[in-house]
């Protein structure tokens, strides 16, 4: 899943992105109101964490504009104030959480996917493609009863395969929906994890769930033992 970060702090947003991407999210960053707005607006992303003072534009009015674009992106605004008039103006202007600096990291996180299951951005509390089991507010990967462990890359890898169930899904796409706006490397990447992801789940159980379209890309589809 994808997250912007928009925070003028640059310390704050790198150890944000960087934590973030620990559990598994993709993190883009933006230090500038108006420059969030734009990737927020041209991007798509499944939740944003957006600082109230913020340069260019502040965090109540790149809420107020993402709104009234229609975009329903779920937004966690963080701000140095405090005081019940500073809440009730965030959540007016149609931010969905608010979080007063100095705050837990660990409550953040907690907030965030609480946002994304009450959006559902989740979609389901758990997407099945035969015995594999993919549990996406738990970052949890099960093959029948026996639960598979997955770093958190090969874990998205297979989330969006899985979400895709039968589809083929372009080595582009996947690096869309797994790897940041920096990412500028080579789209083989994309098999490395592919393979890893072989070896865990579909090796050790007799199956050949992660097909490969060749030339085009990969396919995740029910197998029998």
């Excluded at 738990?138 to 969006?160: K, M, Q, Y």
């Amino acid at each position: 899943m994808r997250l912007l970060v928009v925070e003028d702090e640059h310390r704050l947003a790198a150890a944000l992105q960087k934590g973030l991407r620990a559990e598994g999210f993709e993190v883009d960053v933006a230090h500038d109101g108006l420059v969030g707005l734009g990737m927020a607006l041209e991007q798509g992303y499944d939740a944003i964490v957006l600082d109230i003072m913020l340069p260019g534009l502040n965090g109540y009015r790149v809420c107020a504009r993402l709104r009234a674009a229609g975009d329903l992106t779920p937004i966690l605004m963080l701000t140095a104030k405090d005081g019940e008039y500073d809440e009730a103006e965030a959540l007016d202007t149609g931010a969905d959480d608010y979080l007063t600096k100095p705050f837990s990291y660990l409550v953040l996180v907690a907030r965030l996917r609480a946002l994304l299951r009450r959006a559902g951005r989740d979609e389901a509390a758990r997407i099945e493609v035969g015995d594999l089991t993919i549990l996406p507010a738990e970052h949890r990967c099960l093959r029948g009863h026996d639960e598979i462990d997955l770093t958190p890359r090969e874990f998205a890898v297979l989330e969006v395969l899985a979400r895709r169930s039968g589809e083929v899904v372009t080595k582009p796409e996947i690096i869309d929906e797994v790897w940041d706006l920096a990412y500028a490397g080579d789209l083989n990447v994309v098999e490395v994890h592919v393979s890893a992801l072989r070896r865990k789940v579909d090796a050790p159980y007799g199956r050949h769930s992660l097909e490969t379209v060749r030339g085009v890309g990969y396919r995740l589809v029910p197998d029998a033992p």
